[in-house]
């Protein structure tokens, strides 16, 4: 078994191999995008970045671990925790993964069929690093006969989930999506922030921003402008494709919309909207409005101006795609819940 100073140091290790951008890692990087044409190499790189600052530092793993005094202890009998992996975006599912390793149970782990290049590549150069990490990480196809389960998938496979892993200890995740308030007071610089809340990864992940919130009257030229920035995902392929069909839907339906020339703004009270589609409401009482959507299960961030400390779901204009070890999916304590198997 590894010990847990040798599991992060493997972890450290490998945040370092992320930030040196080798010729080999851009290799992998290609050939993931070649695999899956969401997973552009600026996104794949970004997520990796991401990692290797805020989930990687060797320094910010013992800090983190030092809340968890169970994990401090070497486990003599691990258990074999399976974990379901999801692809929307590039190693969306790292946290989960980093979670069980430092953990010390054994994982057995199902990848997305629209992320397995850069996992495999992963897997391969830890066990290459310390040949004892592929007795205790494996890729799976069935998940059976394991002690613990984590699965992230969509609110319908989430069902199935909960009735295969119903005997089971488990964390079952479903559709998640982010939104944004705003005021009119906003400047250049937090647009451009939450420019990228809403267009990193193609808008596809859980903490990107599909929907914002704005008081009557509010002007969205300066909003829409902002989303200039990502003007060559109108040059994308699959995004294209997405926008000209929702393009074409509200044209038949003779909806109103706004649109910049990749991305379309539709009035619709729904936090969930498609592929290069943002949806907006008109909101009174922002205090009210708040209060509502951090008891609204289906709302992973809230993006806003000035977030105090311990502010729940309230994340600062253009932090959504770098949370910290703490910021759990779901608000779920998936190391806690680890600790206690």
């Known amino acids: 078994m590894i010990l847990l100073e040798n599991r992060i140091a493997l972890l450290a290790q490998l945040g370092y191999y992320f930030e040196q951008k080798s010729e080999e890692l851009e290799d992998v990087i290609d050939l993931a995008h070649r695999a899956n044409g969401w997973f552009i190499p600026e996104f794949t790189r970004l997520a990796m970045d991401n990692i290797a600052n805020y989930f990687l ?30 692809g929307n975006i590039p190693l969306v599912g790292f946290h989960d993964f980093l979670c069980g390793f430092i953990s ?40 059976k006969h394991c002690d613990a389960y984590i699965a992230t998938g969509s609110n319908n496979s989430a069902r199935y989930f909960e009735y295969y892993f119903q005997k089971y200890p488990h964390i079952i995740r479903k559709n998640r999506t982010s939104v944004a308030i705003l005021d009119g007071s906003e400047d250049k610089d937090s647009l451009k922030k939450l420019s990228d809340d809403v267009n990193l990864f193609f808008g596809l992940g859980c903490r990107n921003v599909t929907k914002v919130y704005v008081p009557k009257d509010y002007n969205f030229e300066a909003l829409l402008r902002s989303f ?14 997405n926008y000209d069909y929702q393009l074409a839907l509200y044209l038949l339906n003779r909806q109103l919309y706004m649109s910049n020339g990749h991305v379309l703004m539709v009035e619709n009270e729904s936090p969930y909207a498609p ?33 105090a400390v311990d502010s729940g779901k ?28």
Not at 65 to 70: H, M
Request: hydrophobic residues 40%; charged residues 20%; glycine residues 4%.
């Open 228 to 241: 200039d920035r990502f003007a060559a995902h109108g040059d994308h392929n699959k995004f294209r494709n």
């Open 104 to 143: 010390g149970h054994t994982l057995r782990i199902k990848l997305s069929s629209k992320d397995t290049v850069l996992w495999n590549h992963i897997f391969a150069k830890l066990a290459e690093w310390n040949p004892e990490f592929a007795a205790e990480v494996s890729v799976s196809e069935m998940l």
């Open 57 to 86: 530092k060797k320094e910010a793993l013992e800090n983190w671990i030092q809340q968890y005094p169970k994990l401090l202890q070497q486990r003599s009998e691990p258990k074999t925790v399976g974990i379901v992996m999801a």
């Open 314 to 341: 309230l994340m600062p204009f253009g932090a959504n795609q770098s949370p910290s070890l703490t910021d759990y999916a779901d608000g779920v304590d998936t190391l806690a819940f680890l600790q206690d198997l």
């Open 275 to 307: 592929i290069s589609v943002v949806h907006y409401s008109f909101y009174e009482d922002k205090a009210a409005l708040i209060e509502a959507l951090q008891q609204n299960d289906s709302i992973q961030c809230i993006t806003t101006g000035t977030v």
